[in-house]
């Protein structure tokens, strides 16, 4: 069967590079032929651009551009050795349309036909970005009689703002299959009306730790706590200091930037270092959604701290579903309860009856088209 999926794959963020690998890895051993269509929208396009111009009061002439651009290139430059890390995973592992995409109404006059189109995963229904309010990512562009569907879309938050309502239950209620990754994305579901939608996995969960090894080919051998921080997060850094005491552990971290306190940084490693540094980590501290899942997918200890953006419930639900709400921890934690190792027993066995689940999503949409009852679990 002939496949096209559509996600945020370009967006210079690991985790959005290694969900969107991981359908595509997932559907290709499913003996399906599959491409990722390589959607570019202006908004998603601006990354690693030497002389874009962030602040329109920097616009007025030439001469305060040239005093911004002076200022903000040679801080961008050190930046461009990470977008090639980034792109070479891209180039190794993603199979991407050979044609890109520039706007949903582009989508619709040149995109060749497939069989299915699915969208997902990640904050690709997110309306405080504006992915969220692109008709692309809900498959408007999708000609009549073609199978559409969702695998693991997200909203990211506890509800969407009510002037969006109108425009992305319109989008969903056309297509044949419709799957989020949290249970908040349920509850949004059904407060539009929506009855027949099912929660599955993030798509990295669908592969094993062996096709992750695949990627993950780096190998560290020091003890270290791994720390990823989107928000320059002070309890993060509290709690990374006071365990690389306790257990003798050193600190790496993986930002782009921010962190200072680490003793090795990766700020320009490309998605498959990630992968190896979680796999080889003593101990995992974030704020991402991610990090929680690969954390899981190697049964490691971790710790998950909230961000200051409204996106907390992936983070959230996902532990709260597997029995680990412990690990997400907050300004009044007890050190001692983070140093008590992870039993993933219980979590083991709910996670793989999720994947069946979400496989058996896929599967369904896939050779019948359509999913419109619920599957039990979600009743």
């Known amino acids: 069967m002939k496949i096209y999926t559509i996600t945020c794959h370009g967006a210079y963020n690991h985790g959005a590079s290694l969900q969107a690998f991981a359908l595509l890895r997932y559907l290709t051993q499913c003996s ?32 305060t551009k040239l005093f911004y651009l002076g200022i903000k290139v040679p801080l961008r ?6 977008k090639r890390a980034f792109d070479q995973f891209t180039a190794s592992y993603l199979t991407v349309t050979k044609s890109q995409y520039r706007s949903n109404e582009e989508l619709k006059n040149k995109l060749p036909e497939r069989d299915v189109y699915l969208c997902g995963s990640d904050q690709i229904w997110n309306g405080l970005y504006q992915n969220g309010k692109d008709p692309a990512f809900y498959l408007d562009f999708v000609p009549k009689g073609k199978t559409k569907a969702s695998f ?3 909203f990211a938050t506890e509800e969407i703002a009510a002037d969006l309502i109108p425009f992305v239950q319109k989008r969903i209620k056309r297509l044949d299959g419709i799957s989020v990754r949290e249970k908040s994305g349920i509850s949004i579901l059904n407060r539009m009306g929506i009855y027949n939608g099912k929660q599955v996995v993030d798509p990295a969960l669908l592969l094993t730790r062996r096709d992750w090894n695949e990627i993950g080919k780096k190998q560290f051998h020091d003890k270290y706590i791994l720390v990823y921080d989107f928000d320059n997060n002070q309890l993060i850094k509290e709690i990374a200091v006071k365990i690389s005491k306790e257990k003798n552990l050193k600190i790496y971290s993986i930002n782009p930037g921010k962190v200072n306190y680490a003793d090795k940084y990766f700020r320009y490693a490309g998605p498959d270092v990630f992968i190896s540094l979680v796999r080889d980590a003593a101990f995992i501290i974030s704020n991402s959604f991610h990090a929680a899942v ?31 709400e412990s690990r997400l921890v907050h300004p009044c934690y007890k050190m001692k309860d983070l140093l008590n190792p992870i039993d993933y027993k219980e979590s083991e066995l709910i996670l793989n009856g999720k994947i069946a689940q979400s496989k058996l999503y896929l599967d369904i949409v896939l050779h019948s088209g359509e999913v419109r009852e619920p599957l039990s679990e979600n009743r």
């Open 32 to 63: 399906h032929d599959v491409e990722i269509i390589d959607y570019k929208p202006a908004y998603l396009s601006n990354h690693y651009k030497l002389f874009r111009i962030n602040n329109p009061k920097w616009e007025k002439n030439l001469l």
């Open 294 to 324: 690969f954390s899981v997918l190697y049964q490691k200890d971790f710790a998950i701290v909230n961000r200051r953006e409204s996106i907390n419930t992936r983070m959230r639900d996902f532990l709260e579903d597997l029995k680990l």
């Open 77 to 82: 430059i050190p930046g461009l050795k990470r």
């Open 152 to 154: 693991a879309a997200s």
